[in-house]
């Protein structure tokens, strides 16, 4: 069990919602970004003198760019229904940590700048300035905001925090004011290509390794093409696959499926990376590069379809936004959507059992299923709503046979986020991140003591990153953590049918 | 406007005044709501794939209060039981604004009027419920409890004027119509309905600047009423197209 330096919450029983403790994340603070990234994703490298005239003239900019923004300052009824739904508030009892009330850091702001009552009664009206003090409640408290949407379900208006952090930390970047932790990634993205700055040549090497190593395990020859011209499919996965444990497990998954189902395919160096932290940021012109950088790789290597990885927010961004920021994709197979999730693409051939599929190869594990949180309430996967929830199990029942679900309070639409998305999974953010996933760990706990569940598998390489890192906290071991296409591969036959 | 009371003066100034606030101000938050474009496609999925299905589901949530049905069930009995009690409150209201009184109105003054009697309890509940929670304490402001407070007084006072001071309706309605038929005619000169008139004039004057214009952004949440159909039809932003 890792150690804490800090206190835990009680996962016993499921989370119970806290009483209200004050300041208590107010700590925890992100590492400011270097001059450098912030140059490079296109904000100042410093704090601007006039910081205040110019966050507030940014966020007049927004709420007339946004009807989301605009919409969501105003029509908050502070009905509450959102304020026990955040996997942080109920991990650390911060009374900012409430979606409504993590909203009031801004909306305080937007009554005193921009409505008459605010400007009139002043504190009456709960209506601040954008002091030095405020500011670090936002620096504080906006990243601590996983973006998942949970709020949103229950709120009779469907107002989304994530919109209102997105908005926030724009802001923040315009002043000069930004994360190191996104925009060192953005800026790595830029310049390679991908999240980890991973090079060409090592991006090969890795290749190369993967095609032996599954050569050794199989005996058969599964290809890892790179750049290939005129394959049929562009795959794009989150870079994590490509180096990370477990992640790496499901990228040999994709390439046994390809091979299966006898579809060429191909990574691409130009666009190494499916991840698309411009969203996490709301930087709406970072999110649009990085998003046309795989939609050119697609058009220079003549493929006809996109498929992609497990990735969460990136799925969102794939699924919700590339067709609005790079398309229109008229140079892709008009048969296929774009993107194709990768689980789309296995389930179809599974139901037209075209994959060779050994269930007994998973007996040792009983599975169940993380729904991640921007796949569950950002996207959908085949043609009905909820796709994004059956076709993922759909995968699992045919290739394990046993399979659990977990409490569908913690999971679907109403799914906890790992506690480590949307701009979090950052070391000096640790404390959050181990508190926040306390509801989901819960959820996870109570199926492994009482139904012997020993895996958890999910389609988000962040989800996979942060469980690894603090499941161990729970006493929950980190080999509970698997991809969905990890368990594919365990299962596949290869030279089948 | 020659030979009005000094009084009746001047709330017929007061209120074509209140009513020039009301819809300007409602107009102008509406106007700003629907023509400040949706950038990306936001909607909160699982959601229609079919804008006929997200009408469906839009009246759905708007007459059940389902998503707060689903996020707190001692909320949403309090908020839904005032917000039908209201509807009814208001439709029982029209007779004064109306001539002839439409048969329908007739037909459910009796059922109305059982709401007019109920509506504190579900303001008092909200009330305590604010107070109650530690979590609904640390969110609520003065202005949260100024809406509730002002509320609940309009609906005693208009039950002290229906019930312990007997007013003289059809010199109540007179005026009304008077204000409506852009004639004014003097105010019946009672307390009672003074007060209550007051109160709802501030009430209406207030509407468009507070979170009360949740009745009509409702209508606009981009994550509600966005058609889950991105991949399918190409969302084009308006500020982005070069």
Known sequence: ?????????????????????????????????????????????????NWKEVALAKMNELMGKYKSLQLFLDVCVKCGACADKCHYFLGTGDPNNMPVARQELMRKVYRKNFTVGGALFGGLARAEDLTEEVLQEWMTYFHQCSQCRRCSVFCP?????????????????????????????????????????????????????????????????????????????????????????????????????????????????????????????????NTKKIATRIADAGRDLGVKRIVVGECGHAYRVAYSFWNTLAGPFDFLD????????????????????????????NDEFTVTYHDSCNVARGSRMGTEPGGQFEIPRNILKAVCN?????????????????????????????EVRVKGAAPKAAALKEVMDNQGV????????????????????????????????QLVSNAIQLGGK | ???????????????????????????????????????????????????????????????????????????WIGGYAFHVILLAVFARHLRLFLHPVPPLLVLIQPVALLGALLLPLPL?????????????????????????????????????????????????????LGLVMASPVDMPPHPAFIIHFTLVLMLAAYFPFSKLMHAGGVFFSPTRTMVDDPRERRHVNPWAAK
């Open chain 1, 454 to 485: 020993n895996t958890m598998a999910m389609i988000c390489a962040i989800c996979k990153a942060q469980f690894t890192k603090v499941l161990p906290y729970y006493d929950i071991p980190m080999e509970a953590v698997a991809g969905v296409h």
């Open chain 2, 124 to 176: 008092i509940y909200l009330l305590a419920r604010r107070k109650a929670v530690d979590r609904y304490a640390w969110i609520s402001s003065p202005a949260d409890y100024f809406v509730l407070v002002l509320l609940l007084l309009i609906g005693l006072s208009g039950l002290g004027l229906k019930f312990v001071s007997h007013s003289d309706m059809v010199g109540i309605k007179q005026f009304l």
């Open chain 1, 334 to 361: 008009k048969n296929y959507p774009v993107p194709t999730h990768i689980c789309e693409f296995t389930e179809e051939l599974i139901r037209r059992n075209a994959l060779t599929l050994d269930k007994s190869a």
């Open chain 1, 157 to 285: 208006f469907g107002i989304d925090t994530a919109e209102i952090s997105m908005a926030a930390r724009e802001i923040m970047d315009s002043i000069g004011a930004g994360q190191k932790y996104t925009l060192e990634i953005i800026a790595k993205v830029h310049d390679t290509g991908n999240n980890l700055g991973i090079p060409k040549n090592a991006l090969i090497g890795t290749l190369e390794f993967l095609e032996e190593d599954v050569k050794e395990a199989t005996g058969v020859d599964v290809k890892f093409p790179l750049d290939q011209k005129g394959a049929e499919v562009m795959l794009i996965v989150p870079s994590a696959d490509f180096f990370s444990s477990p992640h790496v497990d499901s990228l040999v998954g994709y390439a046994k499926v390809f091979h299966a189902a006898g579809i060429s395919y191909t990574f691409s160096s130009h666009a190494s990376e499916f991840a698309n932290f411009g969203m996490f940021i709301g930087s709406y012109d």
């Open chain 1, 402 to 430: 046993k399979y659990v679900e977990m409490d569908p309070e913690s999971n679907r639409e109403k799914t906890f986020c790992c506690g480590g998305g949307g701009g979090l999974l950052s070391d000096e953010l640790l």
């Open chain 2, 1 to 75: 406007m020659s030979g009005l009371s000094p009084l009746s003066l001047v709330y017929a100034v007061l209120s074509y005044a209140v009513t020039a606030v009301f819809f300007g101000g409602l107009l102008h938050k509406l106007w700003g709501y629907a023509v400040t474009p949706n950038p990306l496609n936001i909607a909160t999925t699982p959601a229609p794939a079919t804008r006929g299905g997200v009408i469906v589901s839009n009246i759905v949530n708007i007459a059940t209060f389902s998503s707060l049905f689903k996020g707190n069930r001692w909320t």
């Open chain 1, 1 to 49: 069990m890792a150690k804490a330096d800090f206190e835990l919450p009680n996962i016993e029983n499921g989370v119970r919602v806290p009483a209200i403790k004050p300041g208590a994340m107010a700590h925890v603070k992100y590492h400011p970004a270097s001059e450098a990234h912030l140059s490079k994703t296109g904000f100042p490298a410093n704090r601007v003198d």
